[in-house]
């Protein structure tokens, strides 16, 4: 049972502030759409707008081609997720996740098995007869999770659900919320800040700023191809390298040295440059900089260094595996030309 999403041209605004400007988007059906981007950007209202908790002020929003900007939010078909679980304390797990059932005078047979399927599917079966203090985070956010399942809903919201929980917890969770989209298949909505939430679980990434959607598109696409400098620097973790950069002929210069490339450079003032991109092996591509070696950490199965141009400008270089590099040295910097990324003075990709 899946649903598509439509917003046509959707604005919200408080007053005389508008906060989201018009924005246009498709949700396939049964796909897991990731609103992403930095804090007030506008992916919680979004998601709210969605829900019914949000009044709409402009624009349309349909579900399964129909409008819904004046339905309630009880008849969207829709079940929301919340940063905080929201359990009541007095009942325990069965009775949390059957009391919006029991409220909707659900045959007692039907809540038995709906609570039933839930917790097998977040395997929570022994945990039923518990009170939400005897759980620890994970599993309060499994029952919140299941409160929703419940309801057989069309459309999962999820607001920012594991961001209470601990860095190991989120992994775990994030598995789980990914593989309860492929066993249900249901249209699901995610919001977040961590992009790396994004880049891990999502079908299509939609990247906010101040209320309008920078790029929308699957994850390797906006990490291969991102539109624009702010795309680029928040897709991808450690960030992008951003380098002063000026054409010159048939290449760019960049941090003193100058390079020789393929392509059309012109009105180029950024260079873009992933750190997992760039190697100090002498001969695998070509030189980008000079640099002098200012940390590196030690992580195992990979080496993060963090270095400064000689013409100080930071570049930070991720190295696969266990590598021995000596701070303050100098050594140079390489890059396949192919792994390059141009921005002009707008910001914008060349």
Avoid: W
């Amino acid at each position: 049972m899946s649903t598509p999403i439509q917003l046509r041209k959707l604005v919200k605004a408080y007053g005389d502030v508008e906060v989201v400007h018009g924005i246009d988007l498709d949700i396939d059906p049964g796909e897991f759409t990731v609103f992403v981007g930095p804090s007030g950007c506008g992916k919680s209202t979004l998601l709210r707008m969605i829900a019914g908790l949000e009044p709409i002020t402009g624009g349309d929003l349909l579900i399964d081609g129909e409008r819904m900007n004046d339905v309630p939010a009880s008849r969207r078909g829709i079940a929301m997720v919340f940063q905080s679980y929201a359990l009541y304390p007095h009942m325990n797990v069965y009775q949390n996740l059957a009391f919006g059932l029991e409220t909707a005078k659900t045959p007692k047979d039907e809540i038995k098995a709906r609570v039933q399927r839930a917790a097998e599917i977040l395997q929570i079966v022994p945990l039923l007869n518990r009170k939400p203090k005897q759980l620890s985070g994970g599993q309060r956010q499994r029952v919140a999770i299941g409160r929703a399942i419940v309801r057989e809903p069309r459309i999962f919201l999820f607001d920012e659900p594991l961001s209470n929980l601990d860095a190991e917890l989120r992994v775990q969770m994030r598995v789980e919320i990914a593989k309860l989209h492929n066993d249900l298949g249901n249209t699901m909505i995610y919001v977040t800040h961590d992009q790396v939430e994004a880049m891990t679980m999502a079908d299509k990434i939609v990247v906010l700023r101040s209320g309008v959607i920078e790029q929308a598109g699957a994850p390797l696409e906006l990490y291969n191809n991102p539109r624009n400098l702010f795309v680029a620097g928040f897709i991808g973790s450690p960030k992008m390298n951003f380098l002063q950069a000026s054409a010159e002929g048939a290449g760019i210069k960049v941090a003193g040295n100058s390079l020789a490339l393929s392509r059309s450079v012109a009105g180029a003032t950024t260079l873009g440059v992933r750190p997992e991109h760039i190697t100090i092996a002498d001969g695998s591509g070509i030189k980008l900089a000079d640099i002098t070696v200012d940390l590196v950490e030690n992580l195992g199965g990979q080496t993060v260094v963090y270095a400064t141009t000689s013409d100080g400008q930071p570049l930070n270089i991720v190295l696969e595996g266990q590598r021995k590099v000596e701070l303050g040295a100098q050594v140079s910097a390489y890059i396949d030309p192919a792994r390059l990324h141009l921005f002009n003075a707008e910001g914008n990709a060349i």
